[in-house]
């Protein structure tokens, strides 16, 4: 996640979470805590709640079986700033409350977006909507590394990447999520492997790569020059436009999508975990990847117990459709154990043992069976 910065352009107190050249989200205010959460779900469940054991296993119960209004009892309300095209991406989320910076009332800004070289990709052939993954790409035409470090991730495979501690990853392994996650902390040096792959770091990664191939990074230097002097041409037009004395919502009209806006964006829990969970998948654009991670830097520790269940049940976790729950479950009595065994080691109970015994159609005396009642 982004790290927590103070903006000198504001004369406020307030805590920053910058991402790309000039984007940045700034926590407003938080209305709520997964107390809030709790005290909703009592009040409609009554009695019915005594038997969780914990708070957090009521707020993981909720979200499994998308139990949503009690989510909507916490709201967040935060000041951003991002690429108009990324601001087109955001506002289709209807359900938040927006007041956006008008140019019409001011003039806008030198501050345009020009991405990071490690950002520039090739249009990719299978994901029609978006870029060549470029880490993998490079990665799969990188010689074996000097070192001939083994990958941990895949046994026998050379490594691309070496981390100060001797951790190697393969080229195939850095297209898997979890590896990736993994190698992160071994690359950082924490303790602690990240829960996910900050986006900005994936550029980070691409630039270090890049050093091997001197003509194809002189080509993606030339592409961010060329976005850069359009911006600039765009830019210096405006203001000959308002020197002129052409109204400002008129000149505004010569400015890029990669111009910066900035707006007030308020949104209840429930609605900002699906935005969330859209837009932190690997499929969302790098860009708003980037801005997502920033917002959810601000929200896990605020809401710990309802981010660890959105985390883990929904952002993580899949539904399974008919078919594929039918070839999926596990035929045999021993197989079955095995699935139940394996949860349990995870911290699974009885009741989401049989909650898992009921998605699959596994008989759910099975988990009264292996684990007696008390
Ligand atoms: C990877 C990706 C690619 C995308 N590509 C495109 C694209 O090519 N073109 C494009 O136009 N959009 C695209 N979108 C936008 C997408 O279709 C949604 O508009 C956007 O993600 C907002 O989702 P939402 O409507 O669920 O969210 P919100 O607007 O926040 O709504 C949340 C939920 O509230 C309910 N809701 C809100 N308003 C209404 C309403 N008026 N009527 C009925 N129910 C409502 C719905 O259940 C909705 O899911 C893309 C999104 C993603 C994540």
Redesign the pocket.
Known sequence: MSEIQKNPEYPTELEYRRFLDHGFVALIDVMGDDASIVQAARVSYGKGTKTMRSDKALISYLMRHAHTTPFEMVEFKFLMRMPVFIAR?VI?????SVNEYSARYSEVPDRFWVPALGAIAEQDNVNR?GRLDKLRDLARRLPAHASGATCKYHDGAVAVLVARDGTGICGHALSDVDARSDFVSHWRGDDEAKAWLPTEEYAYWVEELLEHFPAEKEKLANVQARIREANESAYALYRQLLEDGVARELARGVLPLTMYTEWYWKIDLH?LF??LR??M?A??QYEVRALAEAMAGFVAPRVPAAWEAFYNDRAQGTFLSKAEREVLRPLDAAAQTEVLRGLHERGYRSRRLKEVCRKLGMEENMVDELWPPK
């Open positions: 991406q289709r989320h209807r359900t938040a909507q609605n699906h935005f859209l837009r998948d499929h969302a």
